[in-house]
C-alpha cells in the first residue's frame, strides 16, 4: 500500500487519501475578497504544533471546543455555531467550495466561533492536545462504495484512537451514515474500541435524528433517494 497523504508524520502509519479530489470553479469577485480578509483570522494550518490547546485557537475564551470532521457545505457546522455561541467550532473540510461557503457566512453573519482546517483533518487530530475537545461530529464521511476502496475510508480504527486521544472523558461524538456496510463497520469499530460507549438504547434512538442534529446536504440526497440514515451517539468513557 502506497502513502499518498503527504502530512503525515515521519514514523506515522501510512495513511490513504479519505476524499475525493473535487475539481471546482474560479472564485467570484466576492468570495476572493472574503477568503481575502478572513482567510489569516479564521483558518488554521494542519501542521500546528504538537499539543496545541484547542482553546487558543480562538481569540475569544469559549466554554468548550467542539470539531467537525468533513463539513462539506457546512450546514451542520454553522447551525452549531449559530445556536451554541458559547461553544468554539473547528471545521474541518478539503473541499474548497464549501470551506468558502462557510468563511462567507462568518462574514455575513459576524460568527467570531468558528476556526477552519481546509484540509485532512487527522494531522489535526494528531497535533492536537490530549482532551481538549468536547464533542465531535462526523457526519456521511465519503461512502468509497467499491470494495478495493474500502480501506479509504475515514471512519476506521485509526481514527477512532485519534478521536479517542482528543475527546475530554464523558464528550460525545456524533456519527452518521446511510450506507448499510459502512453501518455495520462503523458499529464494530467504536463497539471493539474500548474508549467509546455507544449510547443508544433502543433502535428508536439511532434511526432518529435529534433535534439538536440539524439535516444536512448529503443526509437530504440520501433521503430523497430511499437510503434510510443511522444517528450515532456515542460517549468518550
Ligand atoms: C459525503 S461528504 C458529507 C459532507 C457533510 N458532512 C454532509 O453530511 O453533507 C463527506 C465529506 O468529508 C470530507 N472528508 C473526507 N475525508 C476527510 C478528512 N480526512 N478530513 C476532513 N474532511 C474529510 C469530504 O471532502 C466530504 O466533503
Given at each position: 500500500m502506497t502513502n499518498s497523504d503527504p502530512k503525515s508524520n515521519p514514523g506515522e502509519p501510512a495513511e490513504l487519501r479519505s476524499f475525493a479530489r473535487t475539481r471546482?470553479?474560479?472564485?467570484?469577485?466576492?468570495?476572493?475578497?472574503?477568503?481575502?480578509?478572513?482567510?489569516?483570522?479564521?483558518?488554521?494550518?494542519?501542521?500546528?504544533?504538537?499539543?496545541q490547546d484547542a482553546a487558543a485557537l480562538f481569540d475569544a475564551k469559549f466554554d468548550d471546543v467542539?470539531?467537525?470532521?468533513?463539513?462539506?457545505?457546512?450546514?451542520?457546522?454553522?447551525?452549531?455555531?449559530?445556536?451554541?455561541?458559547?461553544v468554539g467550532l473547528i471545521g474541518c473540510e478539503p473541499f474548497r467550495d464549501g470551506v468558502v461557503r462557510v468563511m462567507t457566512a462568518i462574514d455575513s453573519e459576524k460568527l467570531t466561533n468558528i476556526r477552519l482546517l481546509a484540509d485532512d483533518?487527522?494531522?489535526l487530530?494528531?497535533?492536537?492536545?490530549?482532551?481538549?475537545?468536547?464533542?465531535?461530529f462526523v457526519l456521511f464521511a465519503?461512502?468509497?462504495?467499491?470494495?478495493?476502496?474500502?480501506?479509504?475510508?475515514?471512519?476506521?480504527?485509526?481514527?477512532?484512537?485519534?478521536?479517542?486521544?482528543?475527546?475530554?472523558?464523558?464528550?460525545?461524538?456524533?456519527?452518521?451514515?446511510?450506507?448499510?456496510?459502512?453501518?455495520?463497520?462503523?458499529?464494530?469499530?467504536?463497539?471493539?474500541?474500548?474508549?467509546?460507549?455507544?449510547?443508544?438504547?433502543?433502535?428508536t434512538d439511532w434511526r432518529h435524528r435529534p433535534d439538536d442534529w440539524p439535516e444536512?446536504?448529503?443526509?437530504?440526497?440520501?433521503?430523497?433517494?430511499g437510503r434510510s440514515c443511522a444517528y450515532l451517539r456515542y460517549r468518550r468513557i
Open positions: 471546482t470553479r474560479g472564485l467570484t469577485a466576492r468570495q476572493q475578497d472574503v477568503v481575502d480578509r478572513l482567510s489569516e483570522e479564521v483558518t488554521i494550518g494542519p501542521n500546528v504544533n504538537d499539543g467542539w470539531i467537525e470532521i468533513g463539513f462539506g457545505g457546512g450546514e451542520h457546522l454553522l447551525w452549531q455555531a449559530r445556536n451554541n455561541p458559547e483533518a487527522r494531522p487530530l494528531r497535533s492536537l492536545q490530549p482532551e481538549s475537545i468536547g464533542r465531535a465519503d461512502p468509497w462504495p467499491k470494495k478495493r476502496h474500502h480501506k479509504r475510508r475515514l471512519i476506521n480504527p485509526g481514527l477512532a484512537d485519534l478521536l479517542a486521544r482528543v475527546l475530554k472523558p464523558n464528550a460525545e461524538l456524533r456519527v452518521a451514515t446511510d450506507i448499510d456496510d459502512y453501518l455495520q463497520a462503523i458499529l464494530l469499530t467504536f463497539h471493539l474500541h474500548s474508549s467509546f460507549q455507544w449510547l443508544a438504547e433502543r433502535p444536512t446536504r448529503y443526509q437530504t440526497k440520501a433521503i430523497r433517494e
